[in-house]
């Protein structure tokens, strides 16, 4: 049989030139290009150091096989044939996607016999003249064939079989239908058949010394170098070349060497276990798919084609530095397994794959950190800034302040009540009263001025009228000597209307004017009555004090009736600030006494007045003076009288600790430092659910500081804004994630065995 070296076309003997080009036959073949009867030879798909595989069609079945024939000058012993087919009906099992399939094994008959293996026929190319004609592929394709390689190269050493001569052109990629390389390993066990017939030849070879060989030629086929007692190549075999060991190694292995009398593989690829006549091992060939990957991705071997231990440096050159485009993360991943030891190489040969796989990823989330991080970073700035805008905004509107008043409400609820002070004394004009007697309080300024003075005399410290009095009380003798005798003492009411002027001064006209002596005077009797409910329409605040048109200070009653009772001026700025009034005071508990029973307590217990300040007004159904104030559980209603907020306010300003708000900015920081931190952490990291429980941690805590600091420092932290505007402004980050990617931080350990 004749091959055209041009094509590869396999034509008869008769033939004496290509048919396709014309170019001249040579004889490869004795005899027909039929093999075994069966399968007929039709073109040379390529040539190496243990045979031809040719593209032959089965007779019979007309379908497509590569044949593989094994050179007639490596079978010459005779047991040879018997050992080839025990080795080939064991590689006939292995099945697995990533090794071609033995299909079928055999001997031809002509002349000694001439083995053969059929595979199953693929089209496509191999690794090495992929990528000598297209270019090496980047990383990211690369990964995915040296996975499948190493998942071939373990599966065949669990079931005992050595490849011993992996290298780039024993990589077959095969395309599939979408696309993407197929990897599938050729020759699978040829070289531990032919090295096992090498060995049998040259097992009876004595001792001799090694000759140096200080340079090889590169090239890619499989050599089988043999040490010839006189020290010349055997002839026998088309490639061979005598191997030189290191001085420190002659003494104890140059024996063992020739004993054995050959090292199998390529050049490169071998490892040096081999040329210290050590057996194959699993460890040597995942030395060599670590020279396949280094050279697959470095795009050169690590030592060269070096066929002589001397001229291996103790380590090969680092990666990163011979190509730009290996990241300096894959270093040591790479050579681990191109150790000159074989203890230190990893076990399996997806341990390779893995350990590079993990140091890419380590790489990729480094350039992900400086890629992604900082932009990510911009986006919780403004995510910040928004929320910083939103908690301003909020905290302005109706609707987030009637929530805020209701967690108010909620820390006082939790609070126990307490009693009065019991230096307040509630004097009311009551439905009994109005049964007692149907006279309008406005008509009794003679009564009041009479028994007021009388409570003056029993030792109150004050007494504030919770009435606007008609002006014609100022003609009324008994009240003009209690105005004019109880100057610091007496409060009388006044209220401010919209447009800022004052009623009820008209009480004070003609003679209690003239007796006061100036206008200043006469102010200094009154307090306004003023309240302003909430949005909601709860009372809960109360003011203190305002500037007149004059600039000058005007104080509420409750103020006057606190400066009576404690001796003590309220500060102008204090006074100007609302007040929260404390609603953990138990209103029920405030002493009362009916107007209609003050003759009588006079007489019988004038001492029930003593340092008293005793308020003055009125409590029946259609007095108008009822106000809305937070429900608390315990008490009867949420409708109490202007009189009994006027107590509970003096109460609160006689509590040793007022309830004071903490200014917006104090929550605004921290929390703003709160969202920054944690929105960067759902845009950076893959995973959130620490730092989400994190987040809620710090939010059931500051709850909890926001409650401690009520009860103990009687401090008002906003509660309902700060998180509605947090939960809101970290909702988009769920949309935001969405739409991004993520890369987990790898672990960057290096597996070592």
């Not at 094994?105 to 059929?118: A, E, Q, T």
Request: aromatic fraction near 8%.
């Amino acid at each position: 049989m004749k091959e055209c070296e041009a094509c590869g076309k396999c034509l008869d003997d008769s033939q004496t030139n290509c048919p396709c080009g014309g170019s001249s036959l040579d004889v490869h073949l004795n005899g027909s290009s039929i093999i075994d009867g069966k399968y007929l030879l039709e073109r040379c798909l390529g040539r190496g150091g243990m045979g031809a595989v040719y593209k032959a069609q089965h007779i019979e079945l007309q379908k497509f096989f590569a044949l593989k024939l094994i050179k007639h000058s490596i079978v010459a012993d005779p047991s040879y044939l018997a050992r080839f087919r025990t080795e080939a009906k064991a590689l006939g099992k292995l099945e697995h996607p990533n090794i071609i399939q033995v299909t079928d094994y055999g001997i031809d008959s002509r002349g000694d016999g001439i083995p053969y293996l059929v595979m199953e026929y693929l089209e496509g190319d191999t690794m090495l003249n992929r990528f000598r004609k297209e270019g090496f592929l980047e990383l990211e394709q690369v990964f995915p064939i040296l996975k499948s390689i190493a998942s071939a190269i373990d599966y065949a050493h669990t079931c005992g079989i050595l490849h011993r001569d992996l290298h780039l052109k024993n990589v077959f990629l095969v395309h599939d239908f979408s696309g993407k390389p197929q990897v599938k390993i050729l020759d699978f066990g040829l070289a531990r058949i032919t090295s096992e017939n090498t060995l049998r030849k040259e097992e009876k070879i004595p001792r001799k010394p090694i000759p140096h060989i200080d340079k090889v030629s590169e090239t890619d086929e499989t050599r089988t170098y043999i040490m010839q007692e006189n020290g010349a190549d055997d002839l026998t075999l088309e490639e061979t070349i005598p191997v030189s060991l290191s001085e420190e190694s002659k003494t104890d292995n140059v024996s063992r060497l020739t004993q054995r009398g050959t090292v199998m593989g390529t050049p490169g690829y071998i490892p040096p276990e081999l040329f210290r006549g050590v057996s194959a091992t699993t460890a040597s060939d995942i030395y060599s798919f670590g020279v396949l990957i280094y050279e697959a991705l470095v795009r050169q071997k690590p030592y060269g084609s070096s066929m002589n231990l001397e001229d291996m440096p103790e380590t090969p050159p680092i990666p990163s530095t011979l190509q730009d485009t290996v990241p300096r993360e894959l270093d040591e991943a790479i050579i681990l397994p191109i150790q000159k030891e074989p203890e230190k190489r990893p076990k399996k040969a997806m341990d390779v794959v893995r350990n590079i796989q993990n140091a890419f990823d380590g790489y990729r989330y480094r350039m992900w950190r400086i890629n992604e991080v900082p932009k990510r970073i911009q986006i919780a700035g403004v995510l910040t800034l928004a929320f910083v805008l939103l908690f301003l905004l909020l905290s302005n509107l109706t609707t987030f302040r009637n929530i805020e008043n209701y967690l108010v409400d909620l820390h006082f609820q939790l609070m126990p009540l307490h009693p009065p002070d019991d230096r307040i004394l509630i004097v009311s004009e009551d439905e009994a009263t109005l049964e007692a007697d149907r006279t309008p309080f406005a008509d009794k300024a003679d009564e009041v001025g009479l028994l007021l003075q009388k409570v003056m005399d029993a030792g109150a410290r004050g007494v504030a009228i919770d009435f606007i009095l008609p002006e014609r009380w100022n003609k009324s003798e008994n009240f003009a000597k209690l105005v004019l005798r109880n100057q610091g003492k007496l409060i009388l009411a006044s209220y401010i209307r919209k447009d800022s002027s004052i009623i009820g001064m008209e009480c004070i006209g003609g003679l209690i004017m003239a007796g006061l002596g100036s206008m200043e005077r006469a102010q200094e009797l009154f307090g306004f009555l003023n309240m302003q409910p909430d949005t909601d329409g709860y009372i809960r605040h109360t003011q203190l004090g305002l500037l007149n048109q004059d600039g000058q200070s005007m104080y509420s009653m409750p103020a006057r009736a606190f400066q009576i009772l404690a001796g003590s001026d309220i500060p102008r700025e204090r006074a100007l600030r609302r007040l929260l009034i404390d609603y953990s005071i138990d209103r029920t508990k405030f002493q009362r006494l009916s107007w209609k029973d003050l003759p009588l307590s006079l007489n019988d217990n004038p001492d029930m007045f003593r340092d008293k300040i005793v308020l003055v007004g009125g409590e029946y159904e259609g007095s108008q003076d009822f106000h809305r104030v937070p429900f608390r559980s315990g008490l009867s209603n949420e409708e109490i009288s202007g009189l009994t907020i006027h107590a509970l306010t003096i109460n609160t300003l006689l509590l040793d600790n007022l309830v004071q708000n903490v200014s917006r900015s104090w929550v605004l920081l921290p929390m703003a430092v709160v969202m920054m931190f944690f929105s960067a952490a759902f845009l950076i990291r893959r995973r959130v659910f620490f730092p989400l429980i994190i987040l809620v941690l710090i939010l059931i805590g500051y709850i909890l500081i926001v409650y401690f600091l009520f009860i103990w420092n009687r401090l008002l932290l906003p509660v309902g804004v700060p998180l509605i505007t947090l939960i809101i402004v970290l909702l988009p980050i769920i949309f935001i994630r969405r739409k991004i990617t993520f890369i987990s931080k790898p672990s960057m350990e290096v597996q070592e065995k």
